[in-house]
């Protein structure tokens, strides 16, 4: 059966002037090594030295999956240009002509994909491998994709931003709207009603348990540059708060927003 691993963790870290953006990359290894999300040039150093404590380099991932065409998940495919990208239809379609108030899909996202020699466009279904299959869970986005595995340890779900991290699932409220904000609801209760164990865009591996969340791995961060003495800086622990994209009713896939939304 195919196993998931992660090779860079996901943060919900952000500040008072913006978000990192440091979004999970899982490798699943079964038939094929598939990896699911490559972040943003940022983490690059990163992201090849996971690979190679596990002695492989980009030429050895056979697929790779984009759970949709956010910059902070998807910078690095440039790596992997000789393996097929998944991409769903939808979300393919919106980076042409995204909205002018989507900040996580700058106007260039299009052209950064059409890079990419082998797209492969998925939807519902679509099955990688054997035990390994697309869920099509917009909102977030409108292409936002799912990977379901069926692993050793039950049904685990590699969700990107359809559900940023743990406490999403206690929720059912999606941080970042830029689609569907009903979209984004039903396509976390079907993560929920799918996956043993869920591994989020922004966040540690974990399993729901009732109202409880129990994480999977450890937090490991290490925090540079700053001095927790430093006078300004401050620690916000209050929970994050929903943001809907201005506009979000005007869209209509093929169809560019007003240019002065």
Same mark, same amino acid.
């Given at each position: 059966?195919?196993?998931?691993?992660?090779?860079?963790?996901?943060?919900?870290?952000?500040?008072?002037?913006?978000? &990192?953006?440091?979004?999970?990359?899982?490798? @699943? #290894?079964?038939?094929? !090594? $598939? %990896?699911?999300?490559? =972040? /943003?040039?940022?983490?690059?150093?990163?992201?090849?030295?996971?690979?190679?404590?596990?002695?492989?380099?980009?030429?050895?991932?056979?697929?790779?999956?984009?759970?949709?065409?956010?910059?902070?998940?998807?910078?690095?495919?440039?790596?992997?240009?000789?393996?097929?990208?998944?991409?769903?239809?939808?979300?393919?379609?919106?980076?042409?002509?995204?909205?002018?108030?989507?900040?996580?899909?700058?106007?260039?996202?299009?052209?950064?994909?059409?890079?990419?020699?082998?797209? &492969?466009?998925?939807?519902?279904?679509?099955? @990688? #491998?054997?035990?390994? !299959? $697309? %869920?099509?869970?917009? =909102? /977030?986005?409108?292409?936002?994709?799912?990977?379901?595995?069926?692993?050793?340890?039950?049904?685990?779900?590699?969700?990107?931003?359809?559900?940023?991290?743990?406490?999403?699932?206690?929720?059912?409220?999606?941080?970042?709207?830029?689609?569907?904000?009903?979209?984004?609801?039903?396509?976390?209760?079907?993560?929920?009603?799918?996956?043993?164990?869920?591994?989020?865009?922004?966040?540690?591996?974990?399993?729901?348990?009732?109202?409880?969340?129990?994480?999977?791995?450890?937090?490991?961060?290490?925090?540079?540059?700053?001095?927790?003495?430093?006078?300004?800086?401050?620690?916000?622990?209050?929970?994050?708060?929903?943001?809907?994209?201005?506009?979000?009713?005007?869209?209509?896939?093929?169809?560019?927003?007003?240019?002065?939304?």
């Amino acid at each position: 059966m195919p196993t998931v691993d992660v090779l860079i963790d996901g943060h919900p870290l952000r500040t008072g002037q913006g978000v &990192v953006g440091f979004c999970s990359a899982v490798l @699943i #290894e079964g038939e094929q !090594r $598939i %990896l699911v999300d490559v =972040g /943003h040039v940022g983490r690059r150093l990163a992201l090849q030295a996971a690979l190679e404590e596990r002695g492989l380099a980009p030429e050895d991932i056979d697929v790779t999956v984009m759970t949709h065409a956010h910059w902070d998940h998807a910078q690095n495919f440039d790596l992997f240009d000789h393996a097929p990208m998944l991409i769903h239809t939808a979300e393919r379609a919106y980076a042409q002509q995204p909205h002018r108030n989507d900040w996580a899909t700058p106007q260039w996202t299009g052209a950064m994909i059409e890079t990419q020699s082998r797209i &492969v466009e998925v939807d519902e279904g679509y099955e @990688i #491998e054997p035990g390994v !299959r $697309i %869920l099509h869970t917009p =909102g /977030h986005s409108p292409g936002c994709v799912s990977v379901l595995v069926e692993t050793p340890d039950g049904m685990a779900a590699v969700t990107g931003d359809v559900l940023h991290f743990a406490q999403v699932a206690l929720t059912k409220r999606n941080p970042l709207i830029f689609w569907d904000e009903d979209a984004a609801r039903t396509s976390i209760d079907r993560i929920l009603d799918a996956a043993d164990v869920i591994y989020p865009g922004h966040d540690r591996p974990f399993r729901l348990v009732g109202e409880e969340i129990e994480y999977q791995r450890p937090m490991r961060m290490v925090l540079q540059g700053l001095d927790p003495d430093d006078p300004g800086l401050t620690w916000d622990r209050s929970p994050r708060e929903q943001w809907v994209m201005p506009g979000i009713e005007e869209q209509r896939l093929g169809q560019s927003a007003p240019a002065d939304a």
